[in-house]
């Protein structure tokens, strides 16, 4: 695909939303471009390094999200175009630079391209980044198609310079991970003026707290969204069409909403039959548009992915002009409640929508708004036929080596323990099924038998959580004379991303709780990216391979220890040692990725089960190896050998020694 990215102006092509979007960057004469992985985001960097030394662009990817942000737009301060990636929970952690850096803007065009998840396909939450741009007084752009999103990115860096403002671009999960028609524009070599002036325009412009002031930055700042406005007004990306005979019904649509209501509009042959506006500059919106709308409708309804975002600022246009003469209909609870107001739009939630509205026009309609009894009764119909589970890690992954030796290592300690977990492939020690809720006050309940791997995390939030929740767990089970350990997982890429300032926080407070790093020396969850520990950057060529374990004695961790998780004796006794410790207390498991060993065919012939010797008592089951099958009409275990990576580790759980390598023969 680096190739297609490269293809000659004119050229069409079907590309990915996130492909598209790297596109437009090159098609702008990107300088800079730094982000952290995260799905549905990753895939623009990712095609962006494969062409970045033809292209004489700079890349990296970043340690967390604050940092990507700060190195564009440090760049950008010289004149740079730069571009930064991220996913949604990405601006969490870089807000505090994106709210300040408004404050002195930037010079070269800064586009910050952030993809949001609703439906939480991949993501903890379906939070909606608009209202983060917003909140930052940053414009903010939303692509329709994937020709859009490569022309807006391109758009944006020409706005950004313009404004001398970051300009977001936000994108959603079947935006940024579907594909569509592109017609590619001309490639452009860098054109920036490269160099630093500290007295840019203003004194000391770069410097928020520099005379005159903060206060004066952000009447600047929102002189400059005022001017957006203007932009937005005349934006191409904003477009207002009423037909001869305006509709009653007036639709406002942004981004991949305004797609799907395409879709509809195309299969109820109403295209050309009703007021509508779509939006793709929303921040700010263009208002002299959206009174125009208003004026020519008797109801208009909205329709956004994510929150009533457009919907709300549009009510109170209307509640500001007259009244509320014009009935506003989308998310919002309440009887103009058309639309969800959680999860993902799609034709199918939209078409009943806006039939709807059309409904109270058109009564005659309302028959239409069964679709979603059909889908539930679908879903329902399917369900019964599949057997509900766990998602699983992959078969012979290190984590459930790492967690197989927490749970022994625990199993005969005293107490109710907590294990707080943390983003990435290892969250899934998390997902389980089938758990009952029981009473705070019921203490002898709450201590749940962990059977499998996919039971072990009681708690599970964001990158960086589980040690910050551990510790005060830790410090108040102390002070209360709580029994049980207190431990926190991570893995090695979200060590480098949250941890550090968290593990500084354990030492200098001396708090007694234990924390495993599931170290597989790649960001694995969101596609292999490298991390710290890797050793190597996307090209393959040679980086520092940072040492977790001199980084915490660095930091003043007494007691660190480090272990192989494919060895599960090995890793149980460590694991114990370090429950023993009275301080804080740092177990390093190091085990690399399967996926990454069976890429370099770096894994072992498969493991089998003997059936004379099996017993069917399933403890090799408990290692939520997905390689290990069960026939519970022989009472036997077995293992499919295509999916089997050779690891050996349900060899080392067997009480009957009925496992064995192919190769072998016998335990080795
Ligand atoms: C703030 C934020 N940024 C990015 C992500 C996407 N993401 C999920 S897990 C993860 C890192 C996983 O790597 P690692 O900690 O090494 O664990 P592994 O998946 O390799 O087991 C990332 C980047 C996220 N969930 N939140």
């Known amino acids: ?173 079947r935006l940024s991970h579907a594909s569509g028609d592109v017609v590619l524009g001309s490639l452009k070599d860098s054109e920036s003026l490269i160099g630093f002036n500290k007295h840019y325009k203003i004194p000391y412009r770069w410097n928020v707290y520099g005379a005159p002031g903060a206060v004066s930055k952000h009447v600047w700042l929102q002189e400059t969204l005022t001017r957006a406005g203007e932009y937005s007004e005349e934006s191409g990306f904003n477009s207002l069409s009423i037909p001869q005979n305006p509709s009653k019904v007036g639709i406002i649509a942004s981004g991949l909403g305004y797609a799907y209501v395409r879709d509809v ?80 739009l799609t034709c199918n939630v939209d078409e009943p929508a806006l039939l709807k509205v059309y409904g109270m026009a058109y009564p005659d309609c309302s028959c239409c708004l069964s679709g979603k009894k059909g889908d539930d009764e679908a879903r329902g119909k399917a369900e019964a036929l599949v057997t509900p589970r766990s998602s699983a890690l992959c078969p012979g992954c290190p984590h459930l080596g790492s967690y197989w030796a927490l749970n022994q290592a625990l199993k005969r300690e005293p107490g109710i323990h907590i294990i707080n977990g943390d983003i990435g492939c290892y969250e899934q020690g998390g997902y389980g099924l089938f758990a009952q809720a029981v009473a705070a006050s ?140 009275e301080g804080p207390s740092v177990v390093i498991l190091k085990g690399e990725c399967t996926l990454q060993l069976a890429r370099r065919k770096a894994t072992g012939a498969p493991f089998v089960v003997d059936p004379e010797k099996c017993t069917g008592c399933r403890t090799c089951l408990g290692l939520g190896c997905p390689a290990i099958t069960f026939d519970s009409v022989a009472n036997l275990a077995g293992i499919d050998a295509a999916s089997c990576a050779g690891c050996g580790m349900c060899e080392s759980v067997c009480p009957f020694d009925a496992i064995h390598s192919t190769e072998t023969g016998k335990r080795g």
């Open 1 to 173: 695909m680096s190739a297609a990215i490269l293809d000659k102006e004119g050229k069409r092509l079907l590309l990915m939303g996130n492909e598209a979007m790297a596109r437009g960057a090159l098609e702008a004469g990107v300088d800079l471009v730094a982000g952290y992985p995260g799905t549905p985001s990753s895939e623009v960097i990712e095609r962006l390094w494969e062409v970045a030394e033809a292209r004489k662009f700079y890349v990296q990817w970043s340690t967390n999200e604050k940092v990507a942000f700060e190195v564009a737009a440090g760049a950008s301060l010289e004149g740079a175009r730069t571009l930064c990636t991220m996913k949604n929970a990405g601006l969490n952690v870089a807000m505090d630079s994106f709210a300040t850096l408004a404050y002195t803007g930037v010079r070269g065009g800064m586009v910050l391209m952030v993809a949001d998840d609703p439906g939480a396909h991949y993501s903890s939450t379906e939070q909606d980044t608009r209202t983060l741009a917003a909140y930052a007084e940053v414009p903010c752009l939303e692509p329709c198609d994937q020709q859009e999103a490569k022309d807006m990115v391109k758009a944006a860096f020409d706005l950004s310079e313009e404004l001398e403002l970051p300009v977001m671009v936000r994108s959603v999960t």
């Open 265 to 344: 509009l195309h299969t109820l042959g109403m295209m050309d039959k009703v007021n509508l506006l779509k939006i793709g500059f929303l921040n700010p919106l263009p208002k002299k548009k959206i009174l125009e709308l208003l004026d020519a409708s008797t109801y208009v309804i909205v329709v956004e992915e994510g929150e009533p975002y457009i919907e709300r600022l549009v009510r109170g246009i209307e509640s500001e002009r007259q009244a509320d003469r014009v009935p506003v209909f989308g998310k919002f609870p309440g009887e103009r409640n058309v639309l969800p107001s959680t999860g993902e």
């Open 442 to 581: 019921d203490e002898a309940a709450k201590k749940y038998a962990v059977r499998t791997p996919y039971e072990t995390l009681d708690t599970l939030h964001v990158m960086g959580s589980g040690l910050g929740m551990a510790q005060g767990q830790a410090h108040l089970g102390k002070l209360k004379g709580v029994e049980g350990h207190v431990v926190a997982v991570s893995g090695d890429s979200t060590f480098f991303h949250a941890i550090l300032p968290s593990i500084v926080n354990v030492v200098v407070n001396a708090t007694p709780a234990t924390y495993l790093v599931l170290d597989n020396r790649w960001t694995a969850m969101t596609g292999h990216q490298p991390s710290a520990t890797t050793g190597e950057n996307p090209l393959g060529q040679d980086t520092p391979a940072l040492d977790i374990a001199a980084i915490v004695r660095a930091v003043g961790v007494k007691n660190v220890f480090e272990a192989c998780p494919f060895d599960l004796e090995e890793s149980i006794k460590t694991i114990k040692e370090a429950l023993a410790c």
